[in-house]
């Protein structure tokens, strides 16, 4: 079942059947038929097209952010950012598809080839919550540009996210053909993945979604992108003004009531800085988030996607209490009918707690102190996860020395991690496999196809 339900009420809006088995085939059976067609079209014209996209998500702006805040509590001024990247995306590869997919000379000894690009058939992507807008511009742009068509299953709280998508598209000269949305059910993408019309998959999720996919893909001999979960670290090396650092600091952590992949979830700070950094961290968290409602623009803190997420993240926090962990901020769930969690710092978390070793999805923050750049590196890299990181420091080089020590799929110096249109994005270990984004994100359903002249 496929429902809207307001994080900040409880209250249940709607409800949506699953698709049965017989209109998931069907939806199959139209990106399939619409694969010849649209990749028949010049480039120029399927850029076109996400160009359109993109001047339509610009005019709807306000639209899609109010959807999202009902659906899954984001703020709405998060909301209008989010599909301001979203427009973004669509008008980078809008305007860059047709160099990126250009042919390429490729030197061979005694002759001569080209490098052609292509694309390989029907797409399906199976996209989450936490960013109900912009995961979908991230797999479905390129791949649009590209030629390849798309099928897209939603998560199952964001119904109307993904028809207000779909809706764009159309309107932007998507045929009904090339992208389709479908309220299918995790039952049903197993045997989506095995029929021999769909040629890979785009997973944005958890990682037990991403081992399950991924499984089903090799099974299938299918080509699996997935961009999983992640518990990101942020050093602070020095910094000249303390109460900026630890403002930028704050805010990427709690970005998005914290539900952000690549949110700067552990912060490690040298031992010269740490009592100072964290009394200041701890005060700005406890005195600046405070609960209200998203679709406010004056509020900080909103509620979490649903009340099992705010109680999922809740026991985490109880859990870390009770083994040990000290709290400088927040820490209880707030009651009432809504998702509510208190921003909550944590710190004396240890390598045998649980809480070292998982992702906490929600607004909470652990702090750890470093002596030397060498422990500072060796704490950020003792997590399954390698998604992102960032690293603070006056000294450019110094911080770039550290980050190049950091095991993660991308590295910000100066700036917490975030999004841009035109730089790769994805991590390594159990953070996920391939890139999305920038030039890299357009070839990972692509097929390179050398022709020898």
Known sequence: MYSVTDPATGERVEEIPNATDEEVRAAIGRVHRGYAGWRARPVAERAAVVRRAAELFAERADELAAIMTLEMGKRINEGRGEVGVVVDIFRYYGERGPQLLADEPLPIRGGEAVLTKEPIGPLLGVMPWNFPCYQVARFVAPNLVLGNTILLKHASICPRSAVAIERVLRDAGVPEDAYVNVFASSRQVPWILADPRIQGVSLTGSEQAGISVAAEAGRNLKKSVLELGGSDPLIVLDTDD???????????????????????????????????????????????????????????????????????????????????????????????????????????????????????????????????????????????????????????????????????????????????????FGGIKRSGIGRELGPLGIEEFMNKKPIRL
């Open 242 to 424: 303390l109460d900026e650092t630890v403002k930028i600091t704050a805010t990427a952590r709690m970005r998005n009531c914290g539900q952000s992949c690549n949110a700067p979830k552990r912060i490690i700070v040298l031992g010269e800085l740490y009592d100072e950094f964290a009394d200041r961290f701890a005060k700005r968290v406890a005195s600046y988030y405070v609960p209200g409602d998203p679709a406010d623009p004056a509020t900080t803190l909103p509620p979490l996607a649903s009340v099992a997420a705010a109680d999922e993240v809740a026991a985490q926090v109880d859990r870390a209490i009770r083994d040990g962990a000290t709290v400088r901020a927040g820490g209880h769930r707030i009651p009432g009918p809504g998702a509510y969690l208190e921003a909550t710092v944590l710190t004396g978390v240890t390598p045998e707690m649980a809480a070292y070793h998982e992702e906490i999805f929600g607004p909470v923050a652990l702090l750890f102190r470093a002596e030397t750049e060498e422990e500072a590196i060796a704490l950020a890299n003792d997590t399954p996860f390698g998604l992102g990181a960032s690293v603070f420091s006056t000294d450019r080089t110094r911080a770039a020395r550290v980050a190049r020590g950091i095991e993660a799929g991308m590295v910000y110096i100066n700036k917490s991690g975030g999004s841009e249109a035109d730089l790769p």
